[in-house]
């Protein structure tokens, strides 16, 4: 089974729209990395979430890390092209490697 | 500061030929993480090596496959007579010595195999 689940796994927005990509751990998480893969590219990192609770935005991205640190959510807050895209969360379980999610596939349409 | 390098960025194989996937870090980065991406799946880890130590491997094929992170030069991930199985994205990333989990991805290889 897999350890780090993503939902949904694909996402259709029109342009403007907000939207939520969660990652759920069945673990205690001791960080979390979300990174975005444009299509064909490598990852581009985007927040790093250690303390339960914590909340972290840049631009119009928005990524929160919940109390028990099993749970986090990615928000987009009016959604653009650019965002398209396919996010990537990755976990710090303690040990020596991240543990990624399968990923969601965020298209935007104008 | 150039980020991670890979290379190349895509490789063809035939079936049975050997694929060699370089990895340069990021400068000053001393750990390597190379990963494996399926088509319509997320990465998983595959082997994580400092220079001339392999740390874990336990994402790595038994047979086939092998890596190495030597004194000097990129960081090599090796498939031996490669399958169409093997046909995916291999990533490769890079972390500061005591910040294992600050990683640096590079754009990935892509192989395909005929």
């Known amino acids: 089974s897999q350890e780090l689940e993503q939902s949904p796994q694909s996402l259709i927005v029109q342009e403007g729209k907000n939207l939520t990509i969660n990652c759920t751990s069945s673990?205690?998480?001791?960080?979390l990395y979300w990174y975005k893969q444009k299509y064909g590219e490598g990852l581009i990192f985007l927040m790093m979430?250690?303390?339960?609770?914590e909340e972290k935005s840049h631009e119009k991205i928005t990524a929160k890390l919940d109390e028990k640190k099993q749970q986090s959510s990615l928000h987009i807050t009016a959604s653009q092209p650019s965002h398209a895209g396919i996010y990537l969360c990755?976990?710090?379980?303690?040990?020596?490697?991240?543990?990624f999610g399968t990923g969601t596939r965020l298209q935007v349409f104008p | 500061n150039a980020g991670v390098m890979q290379n190349p960025r895509h490789l063809v194989r035939r079936r049975g030929q050997e694929a060699r996937l370089r990895c340069s870090p990021m400068k000053g980065h001393s750990h390597v993480y190379w990963y494996r991406q399926l088509p319509e799946e997320g990465l998983k880890f595959m082997v994580y090596l400092q220079k001339e130590n392999i740390i874990d491997e336990s994402g790595m094929p038994k047979e086939r496959f092998s890596a190495e992170f030597p004194k000097e030069g990129p960081s090599i991930l090796r498939i031996q007579q490669v399958v169409r199985g093997d046909s995916a994205a291999y990533f490769c990333?890079?972390?500061?010595?005591?910040?294992?989990?600050?990683?640096?991805f590079g754009p990935g290889t892509r192989l395909t195999v005929t």
């Open positions: 990755g976990a710090d379980m303690n040990t020596d490697k991240l543990i």
């Open positions: 979430l250690q303390k339960g609770g």
């Open positions: 990333a890079s972390s500061p010595q005591g910040v294992p989990y600050e990683q640096y």
């Open positions: 673990k205690t998480l001791y960080g």
